[in-house]
């Protein structure tokens, strides 16, 4: 069952956004998706938490993580299949241990951990606080987001991701993203 946490082998550019909630990663991986006319892989876990809250009025549990990244995996897997060049990715497994270990006093279950670190990304974008918090039934820290933004980032550094950090409003985040993955083309 593990293995269904690795990446399918492929050419792509695989490009993930990064950051805590509310700073913009869907809008901007719609945008990026269009702008490279790919596919962009969205997050799993927004469809399960959803219909966990629909249902129960419940928000995640620990158990809830593996089950979520199964269904991310699956996904980006199956839309790697469609994508034109470049995958853009709303999450991955390593956002998902960033919010194990946050929410849940430094734990992360092991095999999510280990995959979280296995799986290879070319580029991280790295979203800023600096959009305004919109909340919704499944977002519940607008007051920790200057901790959750340090926290995201000193994951990246930890363990040596390549990433840029994204200020500013929609087209200037953009615009700064699509130079990036651009050079990342061209190589």
Same mark, same amino acid.
Request: include cysteine.
């Given at each position: 069952?593990?293995?269904?946490?690795? %990446?399918?082998?492929?050419?792509?550019?695989?490009?993930?956004? &990064?950051?805590?909630?509310?700073?913009?990663?869907?809008?901007?991986?719609?945008?990026?998706?269009?702008? &490279?006319? $790919?596919? #962009?892989?969205?997050?799993? /876990?927004?469809?399960?938490?959803?219909?966990?809250?629909?249902?129960?009025?419940?928000?995640?549990? +620990?158990?809830?993580?593996? +089950? *979520?990244?199964?269904? %991310?995996?699956?996904?980006?897997?199956?839309? /790697?299949?469609?994508?034109?060049?470049?995958?853009?990715?709303?999450?991955?497994?390593?956002?998902?241990?960033?919010?194990?270990? /946050?929410?849940?006093?430094?734990?992360?279950? +092991?095999?999510?951990?280990?995959?979280?670190?296995?799986?290879?990304?070319?580029? @991280?974008?790295?979203?800023?606080?600096?959009?305004? #918090?919109?909340?919704?039934?499944?977002?519940?820290? +607008?007051?920790?987001?200057?901790?959750?933004?340090?926290? &995201?980032?000193? $994951?990246? !550094?930890? @363990?040596?991701?390549? &990433?840029?950090?994204?200020?500013?409003?929609? !087209?200037?985040?953009?615009?700064?993203? *699509?130079?990036?993955?651009?050079?990342?083309?061209?190589?």
């Amino acid at each position: 069952m593990e293995k269904k946490l690795g %990446q399918a082998p492929s050419d792509l550019v695989k490009v993930v956004l &990064f950051g805590p909630e509310s700073t913009g990663k869907t809008t901007l991986s719609r945008d990026l998706a269009n702008h &490279f006319d $790919t596919v #962009w892989v969205p997050e799993y /876990a927004r469809e399960y938490l959803q219909e966990k809250w629909d249902k129960e009025k419940k928000v995640c549990e +620990p158990q809830d993580l593996l +089950p *979520i990244a199964y269904g %991310q995996m699956r996904l980006e897997n199956e839309l /790697a299949k469609k994508a034109n060049k470049v995958l853009i990715c709303d999450t991955d497994l390593l956002e998902t241990k960033v919010y194990s270990e /946050a929410y849940y006093v430094g734990h992360c279950d +092991p095999i999510l951990e280990e995959y979280a670190l296995q799986n290879q990304y070319d580029l @991280y974008l790295l979203t800023y606080i600096d959009v305004p #918090w919109e909340k919704d039934d499944l977002r519940d820290k +607008p007051g920790e987001r200057e901790r959750m933004f340090t926290y &995201f980032k000193e $994951t990246l !550094e930890k @363990y040596e991701r390549n &990433f840029v950090t994204l200020k500013g409003d929609r !087209e200037r985040r953009l615009l700064a993203a *699509i130079q990036h993955i651009q050079k990342l083309i061209a190589q």
